[in-house]
């Protein structure tokens, strides 16, 4: 079955996309992530101020299946958060790109970007 995968974003191996504008980069999880986690019940995001590395548990998310974490594809610092999973934590299912989306960071090290998998390279990841 075949998961959108968007050119504009970059991804991680552990299935997060991230769009960069400039020094910040929002992210969330994939639609191939979120469909396998399920229907998604709750979500705890990090607080605004939070110091994270490239690699770190970011928020968890959990579903009907399981309890997943999600974990930061650059170091930097959580500059906003999607307040309204808070409420509709479903969007990560029916909007992973849009509404869904989970944190907003100031990227501390531009050049961990250059790490990331593009979308082709995500594309063949899930294969």
């Not at 991680?12 to 991230?18: F, G, K, N, R």
């Not at 400039?22 to 992210?27: D, F, N, S």
């Not at 969330?28 to 490239?54: N, R």
Request: some cysteine; proline content about 3%; aromatic content about 6%.
């Amino acid at each position: 079955m075949g998961h959108e995968v968007r050119d504009d974003l970059k991804y991680t191996q552990t299935h997060e996309w991230v769009k960069i504008q400039g020094k910040k980069a929002i992210v969330g999880i994939t639609d191939h992530a979120q469909s396998e986690l399920t229907d998604i019940v709750f979500v705890e995001l990090p607080s605004v101020g939070k110091e994270v590395k490239k690699g770190d548990e970011l928020c968890v998310v959990e579903s009907v299946k399981s309890v997943s974490e999600i974990y930061a594809p650059v170091s930097g610092k959580v500059v906003a958060v999607n307040k309204n999973l808070e409420d509709s934590p479903d969007k990560i299912n029916s909007s992973p790109y849009d509404q869904g989306w989970l944190v907003e960071l100031e990227i501390k090290d531009t050049k961990e970007v250059d790490s990331l998998l593009n979308a082709a390279a995500y594309a063949k990841l899930m294969k």
